[in-house]
């Protein structure tokens, strides 16, 4: 079994900052790519920010130059720090991971449970 569970939302007034975290737990033999997802009211769910195992990362053209993902492969841990944010930010964000137990060669991709981040004055 794997967990992946996301932490540090909240509400944040416009211009704020916030950071989350997202931690794997369970069988875990290595991760491949984590990336951050966001889902708003009545929208689609969409890609934010992607880091691949070797540290490469892409943005959408929204959150370019404002959010920044990283990962600590010890702590099997991805983040996200959000800054300058907007109210068009506020979504339930979710991370998810490809990652590969002990013993098997595929990688499965697996979800966090999401963390609400609300940007109103």
């Known amino acids: 079994q794997v967990h992946l569970v996301e932490s540090g939302g909240g509400l944040v007034q416009p211009g704020g900052s916030l950071r989350l975290s997202c931690a794997a737990s369970g069988s875990i033999g290595s991760i491949n790519t984590m990336d951050w997802y966001r889902q708003a009211p009545g929208k689609e769910r969409e890609m934010v920010a992607r880091?691949?195992?070797?540290?490469?990362?892409n943005y959408a053209d929204s959150v370019k130059g404002r959010f920044t993902i990283s990962r600590d492969n010890d702590k099997n841990t991805v983040y996200m720090q959000m800054n300058s944010l907007k109210p068009e930010d506020t979504a339930v964000y979710y991370c998810n991971a490809d990652i590969r137990s002990p013993g098997e060669s595929t990688y499965y991709r697996y979800w966090g449970q999401g963390t609400q981040v609300t940007v109103s004055s």
């Open positions: 880091i691949t195992s070797g540290g490469s990362t």
